[in-house]
């Protein structure tokens, strides 16, 4: 099997900071796209960012120039750099990756349990 564990949430401050991280493990081969999403109370799931195995980027607009993702394949493991945060980022956020396992022919999605970022003063 295949574990998506999150790790780095909580309270901040408005204007403040936070790092998500999110390390895949199990029977892994390879990780393909690795990616952030986040739910807010009383709205859809969405896309924050995601990044390729090639380490090529896509932002929500309202994330873009404050977020950043980044990876380290050789730990399976996604990153999410959270700067200027604001009140509307405050959401459940979880870790997305497309894994390819040990005996596998297809890759598969695989989400993390979910973590709490609240921002509020």
């Known amino acids: 099997q295949v574990q998506l564990v999150e790790s780095g949430g909580g309270l901040v401050q408005p204007g403040g900071s936070l790092r998500l991280t999110c390390a895949a493990s199990?029977?892994?081969?390879?990780?393909?796209?690795m990616g952030w999403y986040r739910q807010a109370p009383g709205k859809q799931r969405e896309l924050v960012a995601v990044?390729?195995?090639?380490?090529?980027?896509n932002y929500a607009n309202s994330v873009k120039g404050r977020f950043t993702i980044s990876r380290d394949n050789a730990k399976n493991t996604v990153y999410l750099q959270m700067n200027g945060l604001e009140p509307e980022d405050t959401a459940v956020y979880y870790c997305?990756?497309?894994?390819?396992?040990?005996?596998?022919?297809?890759?598969?999605?695989?989400w993390g349990q979910g973590i709490q970022v609240t921002v509020s003063s």
């Open positions: 990044i390729t195995s090639g380490r090529s980027t």
């Open positions: 199990g029977s892994i081969r390879s990780v393909n796209a």
């Open positions: 997305n990756a497309d894994v390819l396992r040990t005996y596998g022919f297809v890759s598969v999605s695989y």
